[in-house]
């Protein structure tokens, strides 16, 4: 019986998607939710598990394929067809049998030469290949390095390891066509993704629709920085994460929104949307690219909370494994370039939301206090606004009540 394998759903803000790469070949055997082909659309890469055990009959959309919502890819033969032509080679083992007799042969064909031979793992090997679920296909490649040619749990380690890596070197890394070299000076011409073409896409909008306006601000991090010096190693055993710095200012970012509600707002056509609740964007570098996921509802979770997000959507945007729902809406957006050195940048709005908040690197910089001058961790603050809707005023002033925030925290571990 043919199964046919269809493209997922994607959102409405997903047209279409692309065929990365195949994980099996036409004609061999895949197992109920493998992951047969990486798909990838303007957000995320997904995988496509195979819907039913067998064969891999036809591969009807290949590599590079533009696909959409629901199409057929691929056809998968679900019978067992070893089952069915098993009696056929015990009756043709019957009658070589019998002719062999009646010639006085001693050879008589065994029916164990026509079933796959299973290789031998040690008893810890065995274990690791389960907990990786490993196929038959798969041992049979692995070449065993113990005793009798055993397959040990290095092997298994191995192999799981180079496999891990030949998959994401297919999935993240494009093709690149190497320009004929004109002495010195050779060129690569690789294509965009089409996350990095959405990305394209989604900046140019940006800057050509709204009226970016972005003003500045200076917060002294020693409270933060105590804060965590003091209580890191509570908070840690307590909650199973490590207190960071994203989290004070999603924090702070939500208290600002609460007092001047347009930062949080949106532009639909000629109306303003004022949104009741606070979906914070962390803006989050991949191999693929920038992406976005959204924290929902950031004024109803603690720290904690929020830092188990954060590192959650780091983990699985670095894999490949956020889905197109965490990529969607945000009413307000927060990006961190000082995690890469960043000292001062201008940070572009992510349509419809109407400002975004862009944090650098926190030095030590001499700065007047009570008329002396002294050092302090300082960290400069730029926040991008759509002066369409947000004036000026409420602009400065939301970006005070960030950097008070900050300046003025309470402890974490006084949280519910």
Do not use: C
């Not at 989604?202 to 500045?216: D, G, P």
């Not at 188990?308 to 780091?314: E, G, W, Y």
């Not at 975004?356 to 606004?385: C, D, F, M």
Request: proline share 5%; aromatic share 4%; glycine share 6%.
């Amino acid at each position: 019986m043919l199964i046919e394998v269809k493209v997922p759903q994607l959102s409405e803000s997903v047209a279409e998607a692309t065929l990365i790469s195949w994980h099996k070949q036409q004609g061999e055997m895949v197992n109920r939710g493998e992951n047969l082909i990486d798909v990838e659309t303007d957000k995320v890469v997904l995988e496509l598990p195979a819907p039913q055990q067998g064969i891999l009959a036809e591969i009807i959309k290949g590599d590079g394929t533009t696909v959409k919502s629901g199409e057929v890819i691929a056809k998968i033969e679900t019978e067992i067809r070893e089952a069915k032509e098993q009696p056929k080679v015990e009756a043709m083992t019957e009658k070589k049998t019998t002719s062999s007799e009646a010639s006085g042969s001693e050879e008589t064909p065994s029916v164990e030469e026509t079933e796959p031979v299973t290789p031998k793992l040690m008893p810890a090997a065995k274990k690791v290949a389960e907990e990786n679920n490993l196929s038959l296909d798969d041992l049979n490649v692995i070449k065993g390095t113990g005793r009798d040619s055993r397959i040990t749990k290095e092997d298994i380690l191995a192999y799981v390891k180079n496999k891990t890596l030949t998959s994401q070197a297919k999935t993240k890394m494009p093709e690149t066509v190497v320009m004929p070299a004109t002495g010195n000076r050779p060129e690569q011409r690789v294509p965009m993704t089409r996350l990095r073409m959405r990305i394209a896409e989604r900046l140019v909008q940006s800057q050509a629709t709204t009226a970016t306006l972005t003003t500045f601000n200076e917060v002294n991090m020693q409270a933060i920085i105590d804060l965590r010096t003091r209580y890191k190693d509570t908070f840690e055993k307590e909650h199973g994460v490590k207190l960071g710095i994203t989290s004070f200012f999603v924090k702070a970012a939500v208290a600002a929104l609460k007092k001047f509600p347009i930062i949080n707002a949106s532009v639909d056509g000629n109306d303003i949307v004022y949104h009741g609740y606070y979906d914070i964007g962390i803006a989050v570098a991949s191999p693929r690219g920038l992406v976005v996921p959204i924290i929902r509802n950031a004024d109803q979770l603690s720290l904690a909370e929020i830092e188990k997000q954060i590192a959650d959507f780091s983990k699985r945007a670095h894999e490949g494994k956020l889905t197109i729902e965490e990529l969607m809406g945000g009413t307000f957006s927060i990006t961190n370039g000082g995690v890469f050195g960043s000292m001062l940048s201008t940070p572009i709005i992510n349509p419809p939301q109407s400002a975004i908040l862009g944090i650098h690197a926190t030095k030590q910089r001499p700065v007047v206090e009570n008329g002396q001058i002294v050092i302090r961790p300082i960290n400069y603050l730029a926040l991008s606004y759509d002066h369409r809707i947000i004036d000026g005023r409420e602009a400065v002033l939301s970006l005070v009540a960030i950097k008070e925030a900050l300046e003025y925290p309470v402890s974490p571990l006084f949280e519910q």
